[in-house]
């Protein structure tokens, strides 16, 4: 039985790392509509307490996950999650 592996997308909110699809910025259009979409469809989840959206995350489960750390700082801590601490935030106080 694998262990579930969570990333830390900010201010304490995990997301788990299997169920993860893309990992991108929020700027252009498709993006845009895709929030918009997650809107509409009620699979939107807000994880940015009230921060601007600077990654915005997608999920196999057609979840659209708004964060407000860099898309690098997610992707980073997805492909070092087995050599770092996970559950640390060091990003949150920059961000605000």
């Excluded at 304490?12 to 997650?38: H, L, T, W, Y």
């Excluded at 196999?60 to 407000?68: E, M, P, Q, R, Y």
Aim: aromatic residues 4%; hydrophobic residues 40%; proline residues 4%.
């Amino acid at each position: 039985m694998s262990a579930l592996k969570l990333i830390n997308i900010g201010f304490g909110n995990m997301v788990s790392a299997s169920r993860i699809i893309a990992i991108v910025s929020p700027e252009s259009a498709p993006i845009k509509r895709i929030i918009q979409d997650g809107k509409d469809t009620g699979r939107l989840i807000d994880a940015t307490f009230g921060r601007r959206t600077r990654a915005v995350i997608i999920a196999d489960s057609g979840h659209v996950i708004l964060s407000a750390i860099q898309p690098e700082t997610v992707a980073n801590r997805f492909v070092e999650q087995g050599k770092t601490n996970i559950f640390n935030d060091p990003e949150a106080e920059e961000n605000e």
